[in-house]
């Protein structure tokens, strides 16, 4: 399969903006709802739960922003998939949860797995050229 | 020349093991879902028909072809750009019927949004992985290898896979 590499950029952006169109909105909502962001962290036995709200916070609203327009696009989207991993163990351990969040849950945190997964093939390429990285011209920085 | 700058040109162990990991992460939610869809055949077509979706069991063996077939292809990384890029076709038309949150009681709205918006994610993830390819720890990164030879001959460094 040949792409072009117009094909290639456009996929690679819509990709990025449907990423960080989960993060950026919910992001958004963890400010104006901060006090109960904290309870349902608290809720869910997370130590610190003001700060892990402010961590939850920069990510889904900074760095996702960032993964949108392309900046530091490997480090970011790995950050960002460590993050949803994160989650996934921290909130949806539907191992042992009650029966009647059981699927739910599991859906969640297959789903979170699912969507590092496709992070970490941005971690691994980039995000194409139409981003900040390509337009600053310079190679990104190696990574290990 | 020069066209697919990013396809498998720079790699390193690290890039390849993080698209492999990527890869399974995607594939370890498809592949026992549809496994459960074709073990649980007739409770799948049961769920489809509820949604109202016409045919359910051809859109049953649909679903099971799509996250189970696609799902293994999707792992071994053969053919692998056209694969996620069947799949996010898959996941864009199951998601508004199966997740339509502005359809749905209240009791059920957040937790339906919270999928329609992961499924998109899920989708962003594969358009990416369709618009750079699996990496050469796959099938398709084997086969390219064995013919680099011939590319380098023809002078033809595009995609071949």
Redesign the interface.
Known sequence: MTLSPATQNLFALVGRALIALLFIPSGIGKITGFDGTVRYITAANLPMPEVAAAIGIFVEVVLALLLLVGWQTRWVALAIAVYCIVLAFGFHHYWDMPAAQLVAQKFNFYKNLAIAGGLLSIAAWGAGAWSVDSMRARPQPAMV | MG?????CTDT?P???A??L??????????I??GWAKLVGFSGTAAYIASQGVPLPEVAAAIAVAGELGLGLLLLLGW?T??VALGLAAFIAVITPIFHGYWNVPDAQRM?QK??F????????????????GP?RWSVDGMRRAANSAEDAQSGDR????
């Open positions: 066209t697919n700058t990013y396809l390193t690290s890039r390849e993080l698209v990991l990527g890869r399974a992460l995607m594939a370890y939610l498809f026992p879902s053919r750009r056209w937790m919270i999928n918006d992961k499924n998109l994610a899920i989708m962003g993830g594969l358009l990416a992985l369709s618009a750079f990496g595009g995609a071949r896979v």
